[in-house]
C-alpha cells in the first residue's frame, strides 16, 4: 500500500530549495504507517508559539523508527523517501533551511 494514498499528507516542511509534503502526528496519536523509507523530523514548541526543530533522520520503516527515544517532542513529521540517497537531499536541503539541525541527525 502507498503511503500517499493510505493517508493524505496535512503539513509541509521547507527547505532551502524544495517544500516537501509531510504527515505530522502529536506524540500520543502517532499512527503506524505502511511505508518504507521515511524522513522523519521531531519538533518542539517553544514560547512564543515557534516550533524548534530538534530531530532528523532517515529510518528504513516505522519500527525503526519507534525505537527511537526522543524526549520533549511536541509532533513528528515524516516525508517519504525513496531512498537512502534521496532521503540523504531532502535532509541537507532541510538543514539548509533549518542551521539548527546542522549537528542533529541519524
Known amino acids: 500500500m502507498a503511503f500517499n494514498t493510505f493517508i493524505q ?7 532551502l530549495d524544495k517544500t516537501y509534503q509531510a504527515w505530522e502526528f502529536k506524540p500520543n496519536a502517532l499512527m503506524f504507517l505502511p511505508t518504507k ?3 522523519c523530523i521531531a519538533s518542539r514548541m517553544m514560547l512564543p508559539k515557534r516550533t524548534k526543530y530538534i530531530y532528523i533522520g532517515y529510518h528504513a520503516d516505522m519500527m525503526e ?3 527511537q527515544d526522543i524526549g520533549g517532542v511536541y509532533s513528528f513529521l515524516f516525508i517519504a523517501a525513496a531512498n537512502l540517497r534521496d532521503a540523504k537531499k531532502i535532509m541537507r536541503d532541510i538543514r539548509r533551511k533549518h542551521p539548527e539541525l546542522k549537528h542533529i541527525s541519524k
Open 9 to 15: 499528507p496535512n503539513a509541509v516542511v521547507q527547505g
Open 37 to 39: 523509507g521515511l524522513v
Open 65 to 67: 523508527f519507534l525505537r
